[in-house]
């Protein structure tokens, strides 16, 4: 396996480092607009004091740094020949999917994503009623994939991702029918300034953050899906492992979108513990127009006040040395049980920082989100999971990825509500 890993920034140089010590695939060529960056994640693969031009050992070789903008499909096209990579892994903001998912289309080569292609909310009822859905520009091509015989493995982070493997575990293992699937992120995670003290610092893309947080949430419920307000339903959840009693609320994500097409369940919700100050940070980025894509001119140039938003905080990937807490993404999951009884359980993944930093180098949000694709990589390498079209998580069999990840030294837990 050969694979164009696209964008070297916080989740993109967690990947490298995580299947740095796999054997599973031949070469990854690290892609990204800014050269420089592919070239410092690739740099730290090699042997000390040995640049990456230089390496010589067979791990060493393995990997490479190409510049790409990840817009232009046709280089991204032309890439993918060039370097005869037959996965494209896409590791960028939303916003650059469909022309990648496009160019790995067309080239011939298979796709993996951790976030699906974006929403546009209902003209006018849009918390009410769904527009475009989060990954309805990817599934309208999955026959031309079907077709070619390829895989588009969409939403395959940790959320979506893990949390979908999640649903399809508890469908098949533990449950004989479910009322309500709803996923639960929560954290205990800190960043702290220079002189110490609590700071305002997202520790995942504020781009993305600012997309899927603002935009209509959607739901599951009856057999279709409807939308509400951003933040709506407020609820307290106790995650595990010390991090306690979190409130959560409806935040637009793609499990909601994707766990229903697969799996059987009257209700799907996603629920997110953002706190009342980030809260308070982006109604006000809202009211004044900064989580605007669309660009305005300032100074004779053009530029979106969302990517102003972005370039104005710190990046994620650089956070690990200043954070501390862990970070907890589950599936909450309430139904009949196989022995017929009522049951309530949550499937669920702690990093905490000390160690991701400890043991990769990566804040432990980025490399939450970084290890399950590898290890949807490795499963598809090995051909334990197989398919063609556009799919999701769900559409596999969950048993061998939870196995792998335990394999990785990051273990997933059940806890019986």
């Known amino acids: 396996m050969r694979i164009l890993l696209v964008g070297a920034g916080g989740v993109g140089s967690a990947v490298v480092p995580i299947a740095a010590r796999r054997d599973f695939f031949d070469h990854i060529v690290v892609a990204d607009y800014d050269r420089s960056r592919a070239q410092a994640v690739v740099s730290k693969q090699v042997k000390p004091g040995q640049g990456a031009a230089e390496a010589t050992s067979p791990a060493d070789a393995r990997f490479s740094a190409i510049g790409l903008d990840a817009s232009d499909q046709d280089a991204v096209e032309a890439a993918l020949r060039e ?34 292609s974006l929403s546009r909310p209902h003209p006018s009822r849009p918390y009410e009623l769904t527009g475009v859905k989060l990954g309805d520009e990817q599934f309208a091509l999955s026959p031309e994939w079907e077709a070619k015989d390829r895989i588009a493995l969409v939403g395959m982070g940790v959320e979506p991702g893990l949390a979908d493997v999640f649903a399809r575990y508890a469908a098949d293992h533990l449950f ?17 300034g220079p002189d110490g003290e609590e700071t305002f610092a997202p520790t995942f893309s504020i781009w993305t953050t600012i997309e899927e947080c603002l935009n209509p949430p959607v739901i599951w419920e009856n057999g279709d899906w409807h939308t509400t307000e951003p933040f709506s339903e407020p609820e307290v959840f106790d995650f595990p492992e010390g ?16 766990v229903p ?15 009342d100050e980030f809260i308070g940070v982006l109604r006000t980025l809202h009211k004044l127009g900064l989580d605007s894509t669309e660009p305005v001119r300032v100074k004779g140039v053009e530029v979106s006040p969302r990517d102003v938003v972005a370039a104005s905080l710190p990046d994620p990937a650089t956070l690990g040395e200043r954070m501390r ?20 359980v949550y499937l669920y993944h702690v990093v905490d920082n000390e160690w991701s930093m400890r043991e990769y180098g990566a804040q432990a949000v980025v490399w939450q989100t970084a290890v399950h694709p590898v290890v949807a990589l490795e499963l598809l390498a090995r051909g334990t999971w197989k398919g063609r079209g556009v799919l999701g998580p769900e559409a596999f069999d969950p048993v061998p990825f939870l196995d792998l990840l335990n394999e990785y030294g990051s273990p997933w837990h059940l806890r019986e509500q």
Do not use: Q
């Open 83 to 116: 370097h005869d990579c037959d996965v494209l892994f896409n590791a960028v903001d939303p916003r650059f999917d469909m022309p990648l998912f496009r160019a790995a289309l067309n080239a011939g080569a298979h796709y993996l994503d951790m976030a699906m």
């Open 176 to 192: 004989e029918s479910i009322d309500e699937i709803g996923i639960r992120d929560g954290a205990d995670l800190v960043v702290e």
């Open 243 to 258: 991090i306690g009693p979190v409130e959560c609320v409806n935040v637009e994500h793609e499990e909601v979108l994707l």
């Open 261 to 275: 097409r697969w799996v059987n369940a009257r209700r799907v919700t996603f629920k997110y513990g953002l706190g």
């Open 325 to 344: 807490g862990k970070t907890c993404a589950g599936t909450w999951v309430k139904g009949v049980g196989k022995d017929g009884r009522p049951r309530e």
